[in-house]
């Protein structure tokens, strides 16, 4: 069952360096016969090689954790303001786990969005490195401490947020900026349109536009020169983690959020399939922002969702009629997944429930289960009551999973 | 293992039908294990299969294969199985500098207007080549997926072309059999869309699978319905009639089981 398990990435090379390390008959299975890369782990499902978001409920959500070698999708909400947080996590995670970030962007420069990563609260050794950074953190933190329980204070809290059983990936503080000497050592690419490409050939014979050809070009350049194809010796095996920024606006020079048929409709498309034959031959990671409410043509985005792995559509009520709403007072947006992967396997991690929403708290990103307030007064329910009705229908249009019944029951 | 699909669409490896164009398609739910199921179906028929894979890498398909009881690496080593990897080839096309002056299978990608004769040319060598005399049984074509054309730029009606040339060459002239993906879309969309490749092909077709989630919404144990489509070519006055039933599934690790609505056993 585990042989063909990480096949898909990289393939030949590994299996035979994993048999060749295997010098004696007595080890225990299921750790050694993994390449063992910091802040990877074999998927329980199917095996895959797979890597965290950094936001622990993500991974829940999504089956496990991001397999290597596959591209998750995030159709913006409509201020990117929580996408970009889960682009950010998803970065800062490779800084503590010590993978190679490549960051592409063509509307700030890729340093802006490295320099607002979010801290982490490193309570756990993961890796030398992260000890290092606990050792340089620590002594602040440590004022406050509680002294008196101390053997409680690493206890996860009660919690209503979606996790698994084993803890995976780091928690960060997204109130306060990842520490410069941390980030620095962090081996980042970086991609900024505007410097890449200068002049734009209108005679092109490609579907792909400038933008798209030279981003593709350049996250190839990165993946053979820091040798995530494979080539290097099995013991400097590391992870890419890459990170694409509102790919289809308008700034890349895409045309699919201007007209519902657009000229170049093939374009993002198609750089998502020579994405797509990258990573899958490579040890390599990828997210990428889409402003899929500013694309025109539903067929395109269905398209785009069909290329990538897993994809998430985050919908934020910030500016919308429904933040005063009693019924999501609790949440700051709804989240919805859209596909989950089949790796390796005929199925697929399916969820208990497709009716999810996410919430800021303080320091935290995190989502969960939505589930109604409770009533508990007569009167105050008789009044809120339209209220709710009207909420519940929003909500059934937002998730999609229910029936698109247009009548309240009422009881 | 898929004996129930077997049962439902009465075939077996030993009793393999011929000339027959069989069409997934899916809306709202994912039709690829019926891909998974038709290749090693082939396979263990003993037929020469040909796999144009275009989404996914070969590995994949190997390990899904390899939990269904067939191995592509053999079959492929034997000569049964020609694998067109797309995900492979397709960085060089998309990338390189000069277009290579030979026509090749894999240039619909570079090209915008472009047609999909290298690769209908590909299939054409691939299944005509006899190797070690008539060892394998009648050829097959299995296309995952159409809709990935129409991603990378190519026009709904070239793929129609293809299609109707694959049709032509495989079960017309060698008897065999063609199986297609086509991925529906929720909303109708542009001219030469999928939804319209879909009605062009359906057409066509003798044999129609059409994979759907339910309507009632997502649900655990239930993961969609299948509905079957055949033409029968009855002896009858009322000429060529088409049976049509519907089927719920549940996908397994190693297969998919079917029932008929609501007689899941979560439900019952």
Redesign the interface.
Known sequence: MAA??N??SG?GPEQKARFASNTTSFQKKSRSNFISIPGTRPSVQNGQLIVSTGVTSLDYVIGGGLAVGTLLLIEEDKYDSYSRMLLKYFLAEGVVCGHSLYIASAREPPDEILQELPAPILDDIASPRSEEAQGKLGDPDGQDSMKIAWRYQNLPKVQTALASSSRFGHYYDVSKAMDTDMRQAAKCTSFYLPDEVTHSSAAE????NEGY?AL??SV?GAIHSQGFDGSTPQKSRNVLRIGLQSLGSALWGDDICCS??PGH??GL??FL??L???L??SLSVAMVTVPAHLVQ???IM??VT??CDTAIALESFRGLDTEANPLYKDYHGLLQVKQIP??????CE???S?DLAFKLKRKQFTIERLHLPPDLSDTVSRLSKPDLAESAKLLSSGCG???PGKKHLDF | MFSELDSILDISPENCPQREFILLSDRKADASFLIHYFLSFYLRAGCKVCFLGLVQSFSHYSAVSQRLGVSLTQAREKGQLVFLEGLKGALAVLLEEEPSPSPQKLAFLRSPHTNLRGLYEFVQGSLMAKGEGDKWGPPVLIVDDLTVFLSLGVRGGAVLDFTHYCRAFVCSKLQGNVVMLIRGEEEESDEEGSEWLLKGLTHQCSLALRVEGLPTGYCRDIHGQMEVFRRVNGSCVGGPKTQKNLFQYKVHDKGASFFARGTSSAVL
């Open positions: 063909p398990s096949s898909m393939s014979s490609s579907q792909m050809r593709l070009r190839q519902e048929s409709a093939a498309t198609t399939y020579g797509r034959a990258l899958r031959s043509s539903r067929a269905e398209r069909k290329l089949h790796l390796n396997c005929l199925v399916v969820p208990d497709k999973s229910s029936t």
